[in-house]
């Protein structure tokens, strides 16, 4: 499948300077910066009361660990998507294409057709409830902000690269645990707050037994058979693990002390 440059990107070969490239020139990226600027300013030009679009941003960002969570762990990782002919494509496409190849970047990014239309339905009700037009301008502007920490949080958590910053490598260990080791819990990508609330906060992978579907995410041979419109889609039977190539590459972090 061909990037955004003509080319496949694999993080699991790409350095920093390689990852920052592509990640400034995705489009998705560029958007979402572009909507964040237009929103401060729109917010600033709008606010009556600066305290209250303040607060309107504020809590976007205490909502969003959880929104995070919560479409990760329910909506992603639910098996509902790939049993209905109309919803295949899309789950494909959102989540079992990544776990199938964790380190292809092309389908790491979220597509604008999908997320944008989420990020709209929440900030802008949220950040409205709280100070109208003021209050969305500047929900919107902090959740398309937070769409590129995420993004770029996702990326260094799959690239072969160690995160100087503590924070980025401990949350990079328990996204690749995830990954490689067991799906049904670090659901978090930018903190582990919400995994920590809701008892799946998984600190040592080694403490559970590798999950059989942590490639598959359940959609397996037999499955396919009765829901084939995601292995058709694909072109082949789904993957017990992800392409090799013998090289060490991000997936030992994620069982390392």
């Given at each position: 499948m061909a990037g955004w440059h003509g080319r496949t990107y694999d993080l699991g070969r790409m350095g920093l300077r390689d990852l920052l490239a592509a990640y400034a020139t995705y489009p998705a990226?560029?958007?979402?910066?572009?909507?964040?600027?237009?929103?401060?300013?729109?917010a600033v030009v709008?606010?009556?009361?600066?305290?209250?679009?303040?607060?309107?941003?504020?809590?976007?960002?205490?909502?969003?660990?959880?929104?995070?969570?919560?479409?990760?762990?329910?909506?992603?990782?639910?098996?509902?998507?790939?049993?209905s002919r109309l919803t295949a494509a899309l789950w494909k496409r959102i989540h079992f294409d990544h776990h199938q190849d964790p380190h292809k970047l092309e389908v790491l990014f979220g597509s604008l057709a999908n997320t944008l239309p989420l990020i709209l339905?929440?900030?802008?009700?949220?950040?409205?409830a709280v100070d109208g037009r003021a209050g969305a301008g500047a929900a919107l502007a902090c959740a398309t902000a937070l769409m590129c920490v995420y993004e770029f949080c996702h990326c260094v958590q799959h690239?072969?690269?160690?995160?100087?910053?503590?924070?980025?490598?401990?949350?990079?260990?328990?996204?690749l645990a995830h990954h490689f080791h067991d799906e049904t819990g670090n659901f978090g990508i930018t903190t582990p707050l919400v995994d920590h609330l809701a008892g799946t906060?998984?600190?040592?992978?080694?403490?559970?037994?590798?999950?059989p579907t942590v490639f598959n995410l359940g959609y397996d041979v037999e499955e396919a058979k009765r829901y084939p419109w995601v292995a058709e889609l694909t072109g082949a039977p789904p993957r017990d693990?992800?392409?090799?190539?013998?090289?060490?590459?991000?997936?030992?972090?994620?069982?390392s002390p």
């Open positions: 990226i560029q958007v979402y910066a572009a909507m964040a600027v237009l929103g401060t300013v729109l709008w606010t009556e009361d600066g305290v209250r679009t303040a607060l309107a941003a504020l809590l976007m960002v205490a909502l969003y660990p959880f929104v995070e969570y919560g479409l990760h762990r329910f909506i992603l990782h639910g098996r509902f998507l790939y049993k339905a929440i900030a802008l009700p949220v950040g409205w690239l072969n690269v160690k995160p100087r910053n503590r924070l980025l490598l401990r949350i990079k260990k328990l996204h906060h998984r600190a040592d992978p080694r403490d559970r037994p590798r999950s693990r992800p392409p090799n190539d013998g090289k060490p590459g991000p997936r030992e972090e994620a069982v």
